[in-house]
Nanobody, 116 residues
Framework: VQLQASGGGLVQAGGSLRLSCAASGNIFSVNVMGWYRQAPGKQRELVATISSSGSTKYADSVKGRFTISRDNAKNTVYLQMNSLKPEDTAVYYC???????????WGQGTQVTVSS
């Protein structure tokens, strides 16, 4: 499975961005897709995940501001980020996990920078 992320950039606090992650390859093996982020000097952390059935999970820090969605026909997962804060600044990584939880795939990171 290959994951191609896009949509990062520079935005002012309070602004919005939408990240996209297109999956290709053995996509039928994938159940959960999601986004993680890593800020400088910090560990990578979960942002949001969505299963193939549409069940979602969010980090407390983004609840009410970020929305994850998935277009199974396009094999793409999106992360709509609203009301961005400087602390959301990080490299965001797309992630996919197989049905048997045996394999995890990562896309290349996309930088999100929120200026105050």
């Amino acid at each position: 499975v290959q994951l191609q992320a896009s949509g990062g950039g520079l935005v002012q606090a309070g602004g919005s961005l939408r990240l996209s992650c297109a999956a290709s390859g053995n996509i039928f093996s994938v159940n959960v897709m999601g986004w993680y982020r890593q800020a400088p000097g910090k560990q990578r952390e979960l942002v949001a995940t969505i299963s193939s059935s549409g069940s979602t999970k969010y980090a407390d820090s983004v609840k009410g501001r970020f929305t994850i969605s998935r277009d199974n026909a396009k094999n793409t997962v999106y992360l709509q980020m609203n009301s961005l804060k400087p602390e959301d600044t990080a490299v965001y990584y797309c992630n996919a996990v197989t049905w048997d939880w045996a394999k995890t795939y990562w896309g290349q990171g996309t930088q999100v920078t929120v200026s105050s």
